[in-house]
């Protein structure tokens, strides 16, 4: 059902603390934050960050979906997602099935343009068209794999249908369903053992680090970067564009998680090696293993991790000399966007902090409209004020409040 202004992540917070009777200082002394940061939070009057979700939701032992209340049921009705999940789950479990006597592959060559088609459409946040062309392709390159015989081609469609695995993650991952992109990144993980490519597992490595944050277990997650740092050396060119792309990929990676653990040494370290991979390859890649990188991306994680450290004045100054190329993926400037209306939003400047919002929509829609973040910013910014003004009341009825 639609989020009421009074059933934000803050209030769900409160009601699972008192049923764990525990006051707010206690909570907050687990949770290694402030008692005062708990009371805003509770209150609405400051943005549940994921940090502080994932370390709530530690302390109280229930799921971070347990308080941020995805999946968003009757918008992904109204904008029909719903329907496409079952199937989408469906295809899923086909996965060691064989060939389906129902379905002729076409030549691998159409396949594959149809798989990269997919993952621009992940790009640039269009769930609808993946979550309806996602599994008749599943299908498709499942029998394929059945029927063709261990060699280049075999490869060639171990690695599309690992493609695939990975859209389908970013998929069920945005809209909230978060066990359906599990078995989506562990599905992507075994294709790409197949692919015999190391860059792809260093990519699902490094998605798997995301999941991991999302519980706010960071020190995993910078165990699985590690890891995915060696596979990328096991590649044939490790000095590569794609290679130097994946691993500033997994620098950027640390150095969120490493932001959400409050260790700005890290931070610093690894947005200095993912700037020497971006120097190196010395252009903007946004389509190479799809990891959207470049000094454009080192750029804009700068300034995410001055949100996550806390440092906002610091952030809002280097965000005035960031640009996003119009090639850029539309999920990642829709994101920065967002981060910047929190960040706004905990300065208590609600006009730039709206106006990030309406960017965030303007840009990437779909992503804005199931993003818990902009829930939360829209609702902090309504409880701040007496009044809303239309504009924010027309963005918090879009997003189902």
């Not at 496409?84 to 379905?103: E, R």
């Not at 499942?142 to 469609?157: H, I, K, N, V």
């Not at 119009?326 to 902090?353: C, D, F, L, N, T």
Request: glycine share 6%; proline share 5%; net charge neutral.
């Amino acid at each position: 059902m639609p989020l009421s202004i009074g059933e934000h992540i803050g209030a769900r917070i409160a009601d699972y603390r008192k049923l764990r009777q525990l006051t707010q200082s206690a909570l907050a002394q687990r949770a290694f934050l402030s008692r005062g940061c708990i009371a805003k939070v509770e209150r609405g009057l400051a943005p549940a960050t994921p940090s502080v979700v994932a370390a709530v939701a530690r302390v109280l032992q229930v799921d971070v979906a347990a308080l941020t209340g995805q999946p968003y049921v009757s918008e992904l009705q109204q904008d029909r997602l719903d329907r496409l999940v079952s199937p989408l789950s469906d295809a899923l479990d086909m996965y060691d099935l064989g060939p389906d006597p129902n379905v002729t592959p076409r030549p691998l060559e159409q396949v594959e343009r149809d798989v990269r088609d997919l993952c621009a459409g992940a790009c640039a946040t269009e769930y609808k068209d993946i979550g309806t062309a996602l599994p008749g392709l599943l299908g498709e390159l499942t029998t394929a794999m059945g029927e063709l015989s261990p060699g280049p081609d075999y490869r060639r469609a171990a690695t599309s249908l690992s493609w695939c695995y990975w859209t389908a993650y970013e998929f069920a991952y945005r809209l909230g369903y978060h066990h359906l992109a599990t078995i989506a990144l562990e599905r992507m993980g075994w294709m790409a053992e197949q692919a015999q490519d190391p860059l792809l597992l260093a990519i699902r490595l490094n998605k798997r680090s995301s999941m991991l944050l999302r519980r706010g277990d960071n020190q995993m997650a910078l165990r699985v970067i590690e890891r995915g740092h060696r596979l990328v050396e096991q590649y044939d060119d490790p000095g590569s564009t794609e290679a130097l792309a994946v691993a500033g990929s997994l620098h950027l990676a640390a150095a969120i998680s490493a932001a959400q653990a409050k260790d700005t040494d890290t931070v610093t370290g690894r947005i200095e090696l993912a700037r020497k991979a971006a120097t190196e390859i010395g252009r903007d890649v946004p389509d190479v293993y799809w990891s959207s990188f470049g000094m454009t991306n080192v750029a804009h994680f700068d300034v995410a991790t001055l949100v996550e450290l806390g440092e906002l004045g610091q952030a809002v100054q280097q965000s005035r000399r960031l640009h996003f190329p119009e090639s850029h993926p539309k999920m990642r400037v829709g994101r920065y966007y967002i981060e910047m209306a929190r960040a706004y939003a905990q300065m208590g400047k609600h006009e730039p902090a709206e106006r990030y919002l309406l960017r965030a929509r303007k840009v990437a829609p779909q992503q804005a409209r199931y993003h818990p973040l902009m829930r939360e910013t829209i609702g902090t910014l309504v409880r701040r004020q007496r009044r809303a003004p239309e504009s924010l009341s027309s963005l918090a009825a879009w997003v189902g409040m």
